[in-house]
């Protein structure tokens, strides 16, 4: 590997990144596909996947005389073999998913890209520039990370290193430096389909192909709306997800033989999102949900949608004082997609 290669890959581990590699800027190989899942409606409310499709499929209009691409991969699994997530659950208390519990990685390595970045171009020439994503961009992220070397496609449509399992974020940088390139991972899933059996709502609807519209991700947080009520008990039942969801993560035999703890600070769950009461979510006020979740991804469905979620998973659980709880969520949000919700549960 030439001297420029590994001395990015050595700056890149030095930030903090435990994964990375180079692919060349090039046209999506997988543009069929994408075309085909957005044309049958697995994006749901997510518009933003359709628009700038040609920049999405292709890296090159993202920056003028885009070559390569550095993808780098960041471990955010914190250690809870005794907590969230882990059955039996606890009706009285939420789960969100890992990716949520501490600090909003969008900021976090965006910030250490760029400073990655400036210390590359201190190594070039003049001409160097770059682009800078950490899911802010259109970019077929995962696309990039298996060309780099990263891992490889999971049925469940993880990105999954053979050696670290999927619990990992991507970023990227576009450059118009001629780096050499990696090869992509090799791997997969075999017989294995722990993930399509496991996932509650039946969002995984055939391998490599998911249903957004049937994701308890997609439905927590990104669905702006009221949740399908046919829906609700599996995500209730299921440890009351009520911020994203890791089932087909938490199955899947890569994770749990080979995910280790990270330590860096910034991805430590916070009191908050380590399995909360259930209580002590629908009472937080507005201001208090902008504190509690300042520099947290949780901060992206708004105190509306984190109460819509709180008030679907008190709708079903045992919990006595479920009704006193659902009260004050309306008496903090009396808006009417909470309202539509409790009303129903109570
Ligand atoms: C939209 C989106 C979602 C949607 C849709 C998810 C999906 N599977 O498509 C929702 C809201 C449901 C979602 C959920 C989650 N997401 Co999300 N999401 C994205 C986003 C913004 C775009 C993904 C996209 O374009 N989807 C459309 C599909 C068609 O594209 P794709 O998944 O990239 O799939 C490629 C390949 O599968 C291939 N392909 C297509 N057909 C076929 C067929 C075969 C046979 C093969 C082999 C390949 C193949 O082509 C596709 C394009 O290159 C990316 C960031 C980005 N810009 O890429 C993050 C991203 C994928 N999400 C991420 C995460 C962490 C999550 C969650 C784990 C969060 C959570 N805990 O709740 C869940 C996981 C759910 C799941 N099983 O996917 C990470 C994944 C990291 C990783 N290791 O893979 C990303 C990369 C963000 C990041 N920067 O870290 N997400
Ligand atoms: S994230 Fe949850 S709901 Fe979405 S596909 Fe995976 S298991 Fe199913
Ligand atoms: S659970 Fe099995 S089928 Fe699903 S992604 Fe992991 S290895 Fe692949």
Redesign the pocket.
């Known amino acids: 590997m030439a001297v420029l290669e590994e001395t990015i890959k050595f700056l890149a581990r030095n930030a903090g990144f435990d994964l990375v590699g180079i692919t060349a800027a090039e046209p999506?190989?997988?543009a069929e596909?994408?075309r085909?899942?957005?044309d049958r409606g697995?994006?749901?409310e997510?518009e933003?996947?359709a628009r700038d499709l040609h920049r999405?499929l292709d890296p090159r209009e993202l920056l003028p005389d885009a070559r390569s691409i550095i993808v780098v991969?960041?471990n955010?699994y914190a250690d809870d073999s005794e907590g969230p997530g882990t059955p039996p659950y606890d009706p009285e208390r939420g789960i969100f998913?890992?990716?949520?519990r501490g600090d909003d990685?969008?900021e976090v390595?965006s910030a250490r890209l760029k400073t990655l970045w400036t210390e590359i171009r201190a190594l070039t020439n003049e001409d160097a520039a770059a682009k800078i994503?950490?899911?802010?961009?259109?970019?077929?992220?995962?696309?990039?990370?298996?060309k780099a070397g990263l891992?490889w496609?999971?049925k469940?449509?993880?990105?999954?290193?053979t050696r670290q399992g999927?619990?990992?974020?991507?970023?990227e940088i576009i450059t118009n430096l001629a780096l050499e390139i990696d090869s992509p991972a090799i791997g997969g899933c075999g017989t294995c389909t722990a993930?399509i059996d496991a996932?509650p709502t039946g969002?995984?609807v055939a391998?490599?192909?998911?249903d957004?519209r049937r994701?308890?991700?997609?439905l927590?947080?990104?669905l702006k709306g009221d949740i399908p009520e046919d829906l609700q008990p599996a995500i209730s039942e299921s440890g009351n997800r009520i911020?994203?969801?890791?089932i087909?993560?938490e199955v899947c035999p890569f994770n749990i033989r080979r995910s280790t703890p990270t330590a860096d600070p910034a991805y430590q769950p916070r009191e908050i999102t380590s399995s909360p009461k259930l209580q002590e979510l629908a009472s937080l006020s507005e201001e208090e949900f902008r504190e509690r979740f300042r520099k947290s991804p949780v901060k992206r469905a708004k105190h509306r949608g984190l109460l819509r979620n709180v008030s679907m998973a008190l709708a079903v659980s045992d919990d006595i004082e479920a009704e006193v709880a659902l009260e004050r969520a309306v008496k903090h949000d009396p808006k009417p997609l909470v309202c539509e919700h409790t009303a129903r549960a109570l």
């Open positions: 999506s190989a997988f596909e994408y085909q899942w957005l697995y994006a749901g997510m933003f996947l999405r991969g960041m955010y998913a890992r990716y949520a990685y969008h390595m994503y950490v899911d802010t961009g259109p970019i077929l992220e995962r696309e990039a990370a298996r891992g496609f999971g469940n449509t993880m990105l999954i290193n999927s619990y990992f974020f991507l970023g993930c996932c969002a995984i391998p490599f192909e998911i957004s994701c308890i991700s997609y927590t947080i990104e911020y994203g969801c890791d087909c993560q």
